[in-house]
């Protein structure tokens, strides 16, 4: 049964208030180090939200720091390792600052394992907490501050929602908000059911809330997030599924535009692409992972679609929504991968013609069915293919790019590059720079694109 609490009911965060200034004898900072995907960068706007309230500023300065949080990713084993790099260099200002309170969540710390090394290896570390107990942070800080020992809570229950929780916001123009929580696709490879527990989505009433006091704050897009965003409602007393939430957040006032992630291939139906067309909100790309070309190993990854189901989804969307563009996630040297394997996800990158991809060479992740797969390939032997989809990418990316050139796209400005140009994505997700005044950040303006080098360079019109 899916519970919906409130945030905070024992009043933890006014019990901190109070106690940082006896504590601190200032305000004291906090710094927050995000890793991995924007479920987290979202999660980590709820922890400053919830730390801003509770009396504490931020800071980007582990010198100035009293409380430094990582929150954490555990999808491949690259990010796993530079987080306990990160984390072994705390011992020192640990030294400095007594008060000091070291902190580590997010996906990696849901695990028993991770627990377990952290507790032994890294003794300088005051609180550890899964993704199910995140609200809870002011009661762990409040009982670390008040003589507890050191915290580790990492609860399996992931039955509960907690709605109201405070959120501060990292930027002003793109909004992130999560409208479900975890999956339950158990692809084989992935650890997110094992870290991020069953579906659950929040009810659409919170969710249109949410967006309309964005909408209200000036926010220009708002990115909705979800391991599984195509089977938002089910489990819902409402009668509701993903589209029928795109269409009553298009219906909101304002000029402002939707963006969505992640859709699994094997839900998303015709129903959602019609709806990505008629809605003018809703913006023309879609991020769909297909892992692989393979069939077989499509298989082998547990996915439930086979290439030929993926290509009519993508041939349906190019003829439905016009200007459609597509990104996805690909999986290089899953166990059992053959070069004949990996030619077939060549073959579908070129028929696709994806705007982007998001490539990762296969990373076993302890407890998940893949791990303990035959995979005789070495990692250098898949280093190589990997590099192979690279240089086929690229140059689908720039006969793409070069298209473009002489076009006007709509565009929202989003941020200042460094070379001091405007950047701004299009409808379908394109990127482009070009020359204005930082007043137009947050604004749509008409840019033509005059130029493509290594990145689309344009004017406004
Ligand atoms: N190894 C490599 N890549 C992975 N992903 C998920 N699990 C693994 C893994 N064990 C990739 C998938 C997913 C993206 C978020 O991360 O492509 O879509
Ligand atoms: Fe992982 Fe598959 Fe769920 Fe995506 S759909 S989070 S890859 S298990």
Known sequence: MLKNTG???LGYVNRVKEILPKIYGKKPLAL????????????SEKIK???????????????????????????????????????????QYKQKNKNMIVAVCGCMAQQQIIADKVRKSY??????FGTHVTTRLPEFIYKRLTGSGRIFEISQDSSEIVEGVPISRDGKIRGWLPIMYGCDNFCTYC????????????????????????VKSGYKEIFLLGQNVNS???????????????????????????RFMTSHPKDCTKELIDTVAEC?????????????????????????????????????????????????????GFPGETYEDFEKTVKLVKEVEFASLFTF??????????????????RKEKGVWFNELLKVQEEIGRSNNQKLVGQTFRVLCDSIESEGLLSGKTSSNIEIMFEGSDQLLGQFVDVKITQYTNSLKGEIV
């Not at 990713?73 to 530079?82: I, K, M, N, T």
């Not at 070309?293 to 190019?318: C, F, H, P, T, W």
């Not at 060479?361 to 005789?376: E, K």
């Open 7 to 9: 945030f905070d009911p």
């Open 32 to 43: 927050i180090n995000t890793y991995g995907c924007q479920q987290n960068v979202s999660d």
């Open 49 to 91: 939200g919830m730390l801003t309230t509770m009396g504490y500023g931020l800071t980007e300065d582990v010198e100035k720091a009293d409380f430094v949080l990582f929150n954490t990713c555990a999808v491949r084993g690259h990010a796993e390792d530079r987080v306990f790099g990160n984390i072994g260099v705390m011992k």
């Open 123 to 128: 003794p300088y570390v005051d609180l550890l």
């Open 191 to 214: 650890i997110v059911p094992y870290v991020r527990g069953r579906e659950r989505s929040r009810a659409s009433e919170e969710i249109i809330k949410e967006a309309e006091c964005l």
């Open 232 to 258: 938002y409602g089910k489990g819902l007393d409402e009668d509701i599924n993903f589209s029928k939430l795109l269409r009553r957040l298009n219906a909101i006032e304002g000029d402002f535009v939707i």
């Open 280 to 332: 003018k909100k809703v913006e023309r790309h879609l991020h769909l992972p297909f892992q692989s070309g393979s069939d077989r190993v499509l298989k082998q990854m547990n996915r439930r679609y086979d290439s030929k189901g993926y290509l009519e989804l993508i041939n349906y969307a190019k003829e439905k929504i016009d200007g459609v563009t597509f990104t996805s996630d690909i999986i290089v």
């Open 361 to 378: 060479i296969y990373s076993p992740r302890n407890g998940t069915p893949a791990a303990s797969m035959p995979d005789p390939i070495t």
